[in-house]
């Protein structure tokens, strides 16, 4: 088979059928059988369309980043073939992205047909700029940039520096510039690295204009770069800037910054004059309040270059104002010629801080003024001190020793103020003033102890500081004391700055611009539970001018801790500072192994500022303890530490137990009081002990367990107060001191007596004294402070007592008739009056004794079943452990016993001197028991049931 076809200058055809277009126009085919040679009709007519026409309208040659056009632009899409060279849009716009030669394709959407443009356009790079000269420059000064031909170079900044064509920068202002290079091809390159252009150096004339010969004034800046003199043959300068006359006439001074090499425009002129002759004829560092003297020369007048550090007067004595260095300068009569100290002349320092303490009531307090003083060497402090204020009706007494020490005793309560007299060597009267703020604490008051003490603190001028307020405030108290910063306020606004009281109790001060000195601020803070119990405290805040001598500031700290307890890493130095730097150390002291030991316990400083005090056991009072801080310029100081070591509350209580009164051989104590025996300490039938080491309240004993009898409240449950520490010696005292038992006592609510407060075991002496457990002193009780209280005593096989609402400071003495006790009188609506009978009055004449028989210690004493005290007794005696026969009358039941009713370390069933017959006694004889019957069931404690606090 074969085609054929009509027009073959449009299209061509093969035997296969596959029609080529060669020119526009139209054609037909014609398929011939090869093997009959027969021919079709010819075919539909086939157009061929002719190719898109396209052409560059634009340049043939552009720059990175430039644009050409390309036509047509519309009727198809256009398409780079090398796009990383050339980009094309469909409108044909081409851009240029990196050098070399792209072509381009246009495929025209009618048709489908496309026509190719071969590399059509060449793409130009861009010219490569570099900054070959120094950089930064100075104003008016030059730098070079690449290439130096073959274009033109332009700024984007020419208001700070322009470029000439052959690349030369020159600076106009300070500033930073880049610049533009166009090579000949018109093509620019990218922006250079951008050249900077430094100000000329400013300088400031912080002395005179105008010295005498020999004399100084000073321009800044001091350090960076060098000085040059305009006329050396007149005035000199330093590269510190220090400007010093050399012969009458003027100068002016240029400055060369290292850094850039710039140069400042000549100073302000310098005039030289011939100088007076200056000294200082006193000390050259002065405290605060002191002064010194100055003399010239010539006649004149003195001033002072900076009167808030030091005043001068006009004939030359200075007075130290604030601390900071400070100079002086002269101005001759007539010739009006000034001279000058040299910079820095004169230091003032803060040598005298204010002092506090505290102390308790008629507790010598023993302290020292000089311990954060700077003073000179043969300085005195009087001995006349001037007292400012103290609680009404109080006596006091301050002796002040000439090296600061003092003493100091007072017999109330409340805050106690003196002003003391500092003299300085040569000094006798008119001294400046301590001040000495001392807080009589009394231990044994419910109010709470408030001491917000004073805070000294310094700082630079015009620098804010934050003063930990509180840190060393104080609420003094057994319980719930706090010192509450959200019932803390600012009642005195300091004179010279602004004062914030921040949440956490903390305050900020900001001076006022540029003053310095000492200002003033006073606070009140009150207690965390009685917001009617407030006190006053002062702050007193030196700010230092900025050229102040290196200095330290060591505030003194103030802990209150209760006897017996440990002060455990307290941070003494926190309110510590040093305004130049935040790096200073404490000199450590002792260690835990090898503690200081002073005569109220012992204590050691750690390296990071930890102080740790153990007083000894039974102190109470003042503790102080100095401590030194140093800093990097071996700079030191010291301050103290004042520990208040508060008492406990003491209860003073006497009692008599009615068992152990009888039968005593009427003996009777220093004072004639009748004593007790001391049986179960010493016993009459084998000479042994059988007191408990261990309290039978909380514990059993050898023969029983009455703990469960016994609520504990607070102090009743701490450990310390549970055992004899020291049995040894307390058993070991004889006389009217010696020990008869145990006791028990509770605290009850003065509003409330069926709520238990506290309670506490403790032991009773043969004259009756309620004592602790060395034998020796009153109760304490930690953890409670009230002024009234219910007392409660009770015994583990007596009757207890009650007494009315005592007062907590006073001795209550349940064997005086005298003392108001609690009872049910008819209240109970039994029958019975139990008016005065809540304790026992005929076992001696005069004297009241605790109802004994209780000894299931039920608060009833019955003789018969059921629930009876009798059989109590007759177990203890059938099953003691060496009574094997099990027999009712054994004879030799001894130790600490429920059924000893007489307390004589033995309980016994049957006649003779058998404990049950003083049991029936009791009941058959008991003042209610009327009819004398022997299974009498009303003979109970006074004493109301309490509720747990």
Known sequence: MEHGRSNTSVASVNNAGLVTGLAAGSTRFVFTNTSTGCSSDSSAVLLVNGNPNISFIGPGNICIGQSSQL???????????????????????????????????????????????????????????????????????????????????????????????????????????????????????????????????????????????????????????????????????????????????????????LSTGCISDPSSPVTVQSPAVLEITGPNVICLGYTTTLSASSSGIWYSTHPSVASVSSIGVVTGKAPGKVSFYFEETGSGCISYLPADAISVVNCIDPDFNATLVNITLNGNLKTNDEIPNGSTYLNNPFLVSKPLGSAASLEINPSGSYTFTASMEGVYEYNIQVCLPGMISNCPVSNLVITVVNSYIEKQNIIPNLDIISTFENTAITIKSIYNDKCVAEDECLSDPSRMNIISQPKNGTATLLPNGDITYTPNNNFVGQDTLEYRLCSSIDPANCRLAKQIITVMAGNAINTLVATDDFYAIMKGSILTNANIIINDFDPEDTHFSILPQGSLSNPIMISSGSYYITSAGGLFFTPNPRFIGPVDIVYTICDNQNFCISATVHILVVDHMLIRSRVYLEGALLENGDARSSTSRPLMRDNLRVSPYTGLNYIPVRDPYSFASSFSDISTNYTHERAGLMPQYQTIQDSAAVFGVTGENAIVDWVFMELRDKNDYTRLLATRSALVQRDGDVVDLDGVNPVEFPGTKVDSCYIVLRHRNHFGVMSLKVATIDLTDFTLPTTPTFDYGTSLNNGYNYANLAQKSDVILDYLALWAGDFDGNGKIKFVNPDDDQNVLFIEVLTYPTNTEYTANYNYAYGYLQGDYNLNAKSKYDNPDDDKNMLFYQTLFHPLNTNYISNFNFIIQQVPAVQSR
């Open 71 to 257: 036509s047509p632009t519309v009727g198809g899409t256009w398409l780079s073939l090398q796009p990383t060279i050339a980009t094309v849009s469909n409108t044909g716009l081409v851009t240029g992205i990196s050098s070399g030669t792209a072509s381009f394709v246009f495929t025209e959407a009618s048709s489908g047909c496309q026509a190719t443009l071969n590399n059509a356009i060449t793409v130009l790079s861009r010219p490569l700029v570099n900054v070959t000269g120094p950089n930064p420059i100075c104003i008016g000064g030059n730098t070079t940039l690449t290439p130096t031909v073959g274009g033109t170079w332009s700024s984007t900044n020419p208001a700070v520096a322009i470029v000439n064509a052959g690349g030369i920068v020159t600076g106009i202002s300070s500033g930073i510039s880049t610049f533009i290079f166009t090579n000949t091809t018109g093509c620019s390159s990218l922006p250079s690295a951008p050249v900077t252009v430094s100000g000329r150096p400013n300088t400031l004339l912080q002395g005179s204009p105008t010295i005498c010969i020999g004399n100084t004034t000073q321009f800044s800046p001091t350090t960076g770069g060098t000085w040059t003199s305009s006329n050396p043959l007149v005035a000199t300068i330093n590269n510190q800037g220090l400007v010093t006359g050399v012969a009458l006439g003027t100068a002016t001074f240029t400055f060369t910054d």
